[in-house]
Nanobody
């Protein structure tokens, strides 16, 4: 499986961006797809996940009312909508593909549960 993330860029605080992650290869076995971010000098942080089967999503409290994940099954693509961006949202954003964790546990926040990762796309929010 290959993941191609795109859509990052420079945006002013309060603005919005839409990140995309296109999956290719053996995508029929996906359980879920997640998004993480990593700011300079910080650990990788979970920002959301969506079940590939039913579209149910889960977010941490830090982004819950601002970030939204959608999936397009026909395009094998997942989107992360970033709204009301803050300077502290500045980070490299990574999409990830989970194939081996199924059922309710597929909405996992644990990086180690994901089998494939995209290359990351940089989001910079200016104040």
């Amino acid at each position: 499986v290959q993941l191609q993330a795109s859509g990052g860029g420079l945006v002013e605080a309060g603005g919005s961006l839409r990140l995309s992650c296109a999956a290719s290869g053996r995508t029929f076995s996906a359980s879920s797809m997640g998004w993480f971010r990593q700011a300079p000098g910080k650990e990788r942080e979970f920002v959301g996940v969506i079940s590939w089967k039913d579209g149910v999503a889960y977010y941490p409290d830090s982004v819950k009312d601002r970030f939204t994940i959608f999936r397009d099954i026909a395009k094998n693509t997942v989107y992360l909508h970033l709204n009301s961006l803050k300077p502290e949202d500045t980070a490299v954003y990574y999409c990830a593909y989970c194939a081996t964790v199924s059922g309710h546990r597929s909405l996992t926040t644990v990086p180690g549960d994901y089998d494939y990762w995209g290359q990351g796309t940089l989001v910079t929010v200016s104040s």
